[in-house]
């Protein structure tokens, strides 16, 4: 399905990521965890593609060089140099950090923003779908999406992703800030959204608790490298992992 092998970042001379491999098969739920500045939106910007934009700007700006090594195919297919905007439409969607929905624009401007990629009947079908799984913004459908609460705010981000046709949807950070019933409400909706979508999920977090009962298979990154990886039992079956990692 997704297969990055050596990416590296370089932020200047800042290395960001660190010969990364990763693999994600369809259907899986993939965690990746690490600690603040580990890399995880780094690497969520590499899939997406959206770092070759950043490097771009970045230099247009005459700001720092960022570099960019190593390769990405998606279905088997090459998509390392392929334009961001034509890596969504082949179905690879971000789901950003801190949410960034349009904040003054109403629920339903949002989600509409979203479905940019989608044929009426599928902006259709996928908003009836979004307020299924997402009751809470059905109700909020013209609030303006600045005045929701943070869990409501990725609730949203959530929908107008999956508006975009995803096949596979790469959340960074989804359960950042949120409360511990709010963060259970998102996890069981993810695992859903998974089941009900037949789709391919690429989850990251700081904290992989939450997020481990939900997971196929983890990455485990520190300072910018995969230092460990396993499908759940594996990771989960190892004492010392489990109390570094897992708290539990
Ligand atoms: P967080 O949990 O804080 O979001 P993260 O795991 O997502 O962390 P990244 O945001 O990928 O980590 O950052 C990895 C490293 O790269 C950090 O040291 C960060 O300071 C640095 N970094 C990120 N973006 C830039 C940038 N545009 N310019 C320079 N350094 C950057």
Do not use: W
Not at 56 to 77: P, Q, S
Not at 104 to 130: D, F, H, P
Not at 145 to 166: D, K, N, T, V, W
Not at 215 to 222: C, G, H, P, R, T
């Amino acid at each position: 399905m997704l297969e990055a092998t050596g990416l590296m970042v370089f932020y200047e001379n800042m290395l960001a990521l660190n010969n990364i491999s990763i693999k994600c098969e369809k259907n899986q739920i993939v965690g990746v965890f690490g600690a603040n500045s580990a890399g995880k939106s780094t690497l969520m910007y590499t899939l997406s593609g959206i770092m070759q934009d950043i490097r771009k700007k970045e230099k247009m700006a005459g700001g720092e060089r960022i570099t960019i090594h190593g390769d990405i195919f998606f279905n088997g297919k090459s998509i390392t140099d392929t334009r961001p905007s034509r890596i969504a439409r082949m179905g690879v969607i971000l789901c950003p950090e801190r949410r960034r929905i349009f904040k003054e624009s109403t629920v339903l401007e949002n989600l509409k923003i979203g479905g940019y990629l989608a044929s009426r009947s599928q902006a259709k079908e996928t908003m009836e779908y979004v307020f299924k799984i997402f009751p809470a913004l059905k109700e909020l459908k013209k609030r303006t999406g600045g005045f929701l609460s943070g869990g409501e705010q990725q609730m949203l981000a959530i929908g107008r992703a999956l508006m975009a046709q995803p096949k596979i949807l790469l959340l960074d950070e989804p359960l950042l800030g949120l409360s511990p019933l709010m963060q259970l409400t998102l996890v069981k909706a993810t695992k859903e959204i998974r089941d009900d979508m037949g789709l391919t999920i690429i989850v990251t977090e700081q904290y992989a608790r939450p997020v481990i009962p939900i997971v196929d298979y983890a990455f485990i990154l520190e300072n910018g490298a995969a230092v460990l990886e396993g499908t759940r039992e594996e990771l989960m079956n190892n004492p010392d992992v489990r109390a570094a990692y897992f708290g539990v």
